[in-house]
């Protein structure tokens, strides 16, 4: 049986059944008559769209007309059908080529933008170096009375400059006089009291080492020296105000920072070459600095012009730097294989002396908390422990293999930690004159500076990455791997609530809760 449309007649392609009479349609034709009438055209009621069902039925195959049964109308099908093939594919080849082309142009267009992009992305990283070294770092108090006659302006980076007409400081030794010696024994006298009492307890501020083990970076700072010659050398923080941190640097300059207000408080330049020694006084505002220009400079940084003193004690590249604890003097060591001690107020050159050993320069140097003896590291792989008031050699410490790279007094007044190209920190007991422990690193790890805090408790490790270390147990409490080149300075803030360090990659980075 074959369903007929009850409009036009014929069996419907696609039929359909009204719910409301029942009856069978072609869906085009219902669905142009319910748009006009909206009802059901054969009872007249109301019929809308949506409630027609469709019946699924066999398509429908047409009966070839008459005139498609004899051969030649057949051939004449077939050649319309090819023809029509012939013209489909003419036009997807066509279609096909003009999608290739354009295809093409946009392939150009993509590479020319990404070419581009590069270079703009070159040229915004470029200015954006050039920007973090000479942005104003706005927020250096001024001091004068016009500060409040008009609007306030953005203060530059107080730029220290060598002075001219700062005379060159004599070479010649003015001698250890017995009233600086008897000064030496005071200080030291006290010193050693005041430790002994702060060795009985802990003090109450410093952190624990499970909060230390929780330390994360709290800052990165990129922009203290230039871009054009990356690297920072070398770090200091003051004692007591620990907001304020120095750092030294390959483009020969010296900076004074301050982490809270993320301010540069003076860029001092002066040096013609690097500052790999820094400095900052425990209890003003000047900093002291060395470089392989062969002079020590004193800074007051308040001052307007910062340049104090430049110490030319030695003949060769100065290597170390270590300030007495009385404030007033300065140890320095050189690859001319003299140790020497200088009056930072005068500038003076008090004595000088040999290291004693031929072919040997000098590595690093530093005080004994004390300030009675101090340690130098030679290229020969020995710490040598000298007698200040004597200007004789007491002890040597031999063990390490390659030049010693830094050492460091803990504020106990016991233990002494070197480093060397070797990959091991070697702790001494300086009582009794013997290596007790070695902190062994791994293979190709290298070691730079080496840092006690100022309870004795934690040692600082900075190199290949930094490292915390609990003392007495010696045992590795933390270690940060976010710099991205060799770190070259480690300080601890007061009661070791922060660390700071300094690496080659051009930034000083703040550890902290």
Same mark, same amino acid.
């Given at each position: 049986?074959?369903?007929?449309?009850?409009?036009?007649?014929?069996?419907?392609?696609?039929?359909?059944?009204?719910?409301?009479?029942?009856?069978?349609?072609?869906?085009?034709?219902?669905?142009?008559?319910?748009? %006009?009438?909206?009802?059901? $055209?054969?009872?007249?009621? /109301?019929? #809308?769209?949506?409630?027609?069902?469709? &019946? =699924?039925?066999?398509?429908?195959?047409?009966?070839?007309?008459?005139?498609g049964t004899s051969i030649p109308a057949i051939l004449k099908m077939l050649q319309d059908e090819w023809d029509a093939v012939m013209l489909h594919a003419f036009t997807q080849r066509q279609q096909l080529q003009t999608a290739r082309q354009e295809l093409s142009h946009a392939l150009y267009q993509h590479d020319a933008a990404c070419r581009v992009i590069g270079r703009l992305t070159k040229e915004v990283t470029a200015a954006r170096e050039a920007l973090a070294t000479l942005k104003p770092q706005a927020g250096i108090s001024v001091n004068d009375s016009s500060a409040n006659a008009g609007p306030t302006t953005i203060p530059?980076?107080?730029?220290?400059? %060598?002075?001219?007409?700062? $005379?060159?400081?004599?070479? /010649?030794? #003015?001698?250890?006089?017995?009233?600086? &010696? =008897?000064?030496?024994?005071?200080?030291?006298?006290?010193?050693?009291?005041?430790?002994?009492k702060r060795g009985r307890t802990v003090p109450e501020d410093l952190i624990d080492q499970e909060s230390l083990k929780g330390f994360k970076t709290l800052a990165s700072h990129p922009g203290l020296h230039s871009a054009s010659v990356p690297g920072i050398l070398s770090l200091d923080i003051h004692s007591e105000d620990t907001s304020k941190i120095l750092t030294g640097g390959n483009d020969k300059n010296a900076t004074v920072f301050n982490k809270d207000t993320e301010q540069i408080i003076a860029v001092l330049k002066g040096h013609t070459k690097k500052v790999t020694r820094v400095i900052y006084h425990p209890n003003e505002d000047v900093v002291i600095t060395g470089s392989p220009d062969t002079t020590i400079r004193v800074w007051n940084v308040g001052a307007s012009n910062p340049l104090s003193q430049i110490i030319r004690a030695h003949e060769g590249s100065v290597t170390g730097v270590s300030l007495h604890p009385t404030g007033d003097y300065v140890l320095s060591t050189s690859v001319d294989q003299n140790w020497a001690f200088s009056d930072i107020r005068t500038g003076k050159l008090l004595t000088k002396v040999s290291s004693q050993t031929s072919n040997n320069t000098l590595t690093t140097g530093q005080f004994h908390p004390d300030g009675l003896i101090f340690g130098t590291g030679t290229s020969d792989s020995n710490v040598v422990i000298w007698d200040l008031k004597e200007q004789s050699n007491v002890a040597t410490f031999s063990g390490h293999s390659g030049p010693i790279t830094a050492i460091s007094f803990s504020e106990n007044g016991y233990y002494l930690a070197t480093s060397a190209d070797d990959c091991c920190v070697k702790l001494w007991d300086l009582r009794k004159l013997k290596n007790f422990k070695t902190l062994v690193m791994d293979d190709g790890y290298e070691i730079k500076d080496l840092c006690f805090d100022q309870s004795g408790t934690y040692l600082g490790v900075a190199g290949t990455d930094v490292r915390v270390y609990m003392c007495k147990q010696w045992q590795e409490l933390k270690v940060f791997n976010d710099h991205t080149a060799l770190a070259t300075g480690i300080r601890f803030g007061k009661h070791s609530q922060f660390i700071a360090s300094t690496s080659m990659d051009r930034t000083l980075k703040l550890y902290g809760l």
């Amino acid at each position: 049986m074959s369903l007929v449309c009850a409009i036009s007649n014929e069996v419907p392609e696609h039929p359909v059944v009204s719910p409301v009479s029942g009856s069978i349609f072609e869906r085009r034709l219902i669905e142009k008559y319910i748009k %006009e009438n909206n009802t059901d $055209p054969i009872n007249g009621e /109301e019929l #809308a769209l949506e409630q027609l069902v469709d &019946i =699924k039925t066999p398509s429908i195959v047409k009966p070839k007309p008459v005139t498609g049964t004899s051969i030649p109308a057949i051939l004449k099908m077939l050649q319309d059908e090819w023809d029509a093939v012939m013209l489909h594919a003419f036009t997807q080849r066509q279609q096909l080529q003009t999608a290739r082309q354009e295809l093409s142009h946009a392939l150009y267009q993509h590479d020319a933008a990404c070419r581009v992009i590069g270079r703009l992305t070159k040229e915004v990283t470029a200015a954006r170096e050039a920007l973090a070294t000479l942005k104003p770092q706005a927020g250096i108090s001024v001091n004068d009375s016009s500060a409040n006659a008009g609007p306030t302006t953005i203060p530059q980076p107080a730029i220290a400059m %060598e002075a001219a007409g700062v $005379p060159n400081q004599p070479t /010649e030794e #003015a001698g250890i006089t017995d009233e600086i &010696i =008897k000064k030496l024994q005071e200080k030291a006298t006290v010193l050693t009291q005041e430790r002994k009492k702060r060795g009985r307890t802990v003090p109450e501020d410093l952190i624990d080492q499970e909060s230390l083990k929780g330390f994360k970076t709290l800052a990165s700072h990129p922009g203290l020296h230039s871009a054009s010659v990356p690297g920072i050398l070398s770090l200091d923080i003051h004692s007591e105000d620990t907001s304020k941190i120095l750092t030294g640097g390959n483009d020969k300059n010296a900076t004074v920072f301050n982490k809270d207000t993320e301010q540069i408080i003076a860029v001092l330049k002066g040096h013609t070459k690097k500052v790999t020694r820094v400095i900052y006084h425990p209890n003003e505002d000047v900093v002291i600095t060395g470089s392989p220009d062969t002079t020590i400079r004193v800074w007051n940084v308040g001052a307007s012009n910062p340049l104090s003193q430049i110490i030319r004690a030695h003949e060769g590249s100065v290597t170390g730097v270590s300030l007495h604890p009385t404030g007033d003097y300065v140890l320095s060591t050189s690859v001319d294989q003299n140790w020497a001690f200088s009056d930072i107020r005068t500038g003076k050159l008090l004595t000088k002396v040999s290291s004693q050993t031929s072919n040997n320069t000098l590595t690093t140097g530093q005080f004994h908390p004390d300030g009675l003896i101090f340690g130098t590291g030679t290229s020969d792989s020995n710490v040598v422990i000298w007698d200040l008031k004597e200007q004789s050699n007491v002890a040597t410490f031999s063990g390490h293999s390659g030049p010693i790279t830094a050492i460091s007094f803990s504020e106990n007044g016991y233990y002494l930690a070197t480093s060397a190209d070797d990959c091991c920190v070697k702790l001494w007991d300086l009582r009794k004159l013997k290596n007790f422990k070695t902190l062994v690193m791994d293979d190709g790890y290298e070691i730079k500076d080496l840092c006690f805090d100022q309870s004795g408790t934690y040692l600082g490790v900075a190199g290949t990455d930094v490292r915390v270390y609990m003392c007495k147990q010696w045992q590795e409490l933390k270690v940060f791997n976010d710099h991205t080149a060799l770190a070259t300075g480690i300080r601890f803030g007061k009661h070791s609530q922060f660390i700071a360090s300094t690496s080659m990659d051009r930034t000083l980075k703040l550890y902290g809760l």
